[in-house]
């Protein structure tokens, strides 16, 4: 559907097929589940009164030479066994970014990708406001195939829960300029080719179990006078 509407009305549940969204909107009341392949590209959202549950496949793209903006403005779960991937293309000139303004539950995977050359220029990029990034499943940086730069951003408070865990496989460095967030670790954060740079935190602490293993670590928080703390209960390694 380009540049159309879909309205729902009370529990609705997409369980085969192929949806493809295009400068559309998904609104109305009630969940919208998805166990299919759901293409969210350039300009769609779904509005505030939906909740969007993901057991399927969802993918964010954008189209060539485009770089809009494709937010889920009400709740949003990508639940256990759900895939979603946001995959920028050099190759034709588009970003990847997808704004959840009403927080995310992460209980599958979340994939940050980049395909094609010159993608040092267009980001992966995942931005959640309204609460938290919690994440209890997996969240990857993965590794392009093309040589060329690669540009990742997750800027969300992260809450990486027990079974949590953040692998960064891309040879660029991850960022979060999530200003003020509350940040904490209880799983595992593996930097085993990239690193992972937050900075303006307003706290941050690696719980008992929390292990965070591998490249490049950088935190950098608010100040003193601004009540930033960094604390460190688990390992870094």
Do not use: C, W, Y
């Not at 094609?116 to 938290?132: C, K, P, S, Y």
């Not at 928080?221 to 009540?227: D, E, H, K, R, S």
Request: glycine residues 14%; proline residues 2%.
């Amino acid at each position: 559907a380009a540049g159309r509407t879909l309205t729902v009305d009370g529990p609705t549940m997409v369980s085969d097929g192929t949806i493809n969204l295009t400068n559309a909107t998904v609104s109305g009341t009630g969940t919208f589940t998805n166990q299919s392949l759901l293409n969210f590209n350039h300009l769609s959202n779904f509005t505030s009164t939906v909740s969007l549950v993901n057991e399927g496949e969802f993918v964010a793209r954008t189209p060539v030479g485009a770089n809009g903006i494709t937010p889920v403005n009400g709740p949003f779960t990508n639940a256990a066994g759900g895939n979603l991937l946001i995959q920028a293309n050099g190759g034709n000139g588009s970003s990847a970014r997808l704004t959840a303004n009403a927080g995310l539950t992460n209980a599958g995977t979340i994939t940050l990708d980049s395909i094609g050359l010159n993608n040092n220029i267009f980001a992966a990029r995942l931005d959640v406001n309204g609460g938290a990034l919690v994440n209890s499943g997996l969240i990857e940086s993965l590794e392009m195939e093309e040589v060329g730069g690669e540009v990742r951003q997750i800027n969300a408070e992260i809450d990486n829960r027990l079974s949590g865990i953040i692998n960064v496989d891309s040879r660029a460095t991850v960022t979060n300029n999530k200003v003020a967030a509350h940040h904490s670790n209880a799983g595992q954060i593996n930097l085993n080719s990239g690193g992972l740079s937050i900075t303006s935190i307003g706290r941050f602490d690696n719980q008992t179990t929390g292990a965070i293993t591998g490249r490049s670590l950088t935190l950098a928080g608010l100040g003193v006078a601004a009540g930033a703390s960094i604390t460190n209960d688990g390992s870094i390694a």
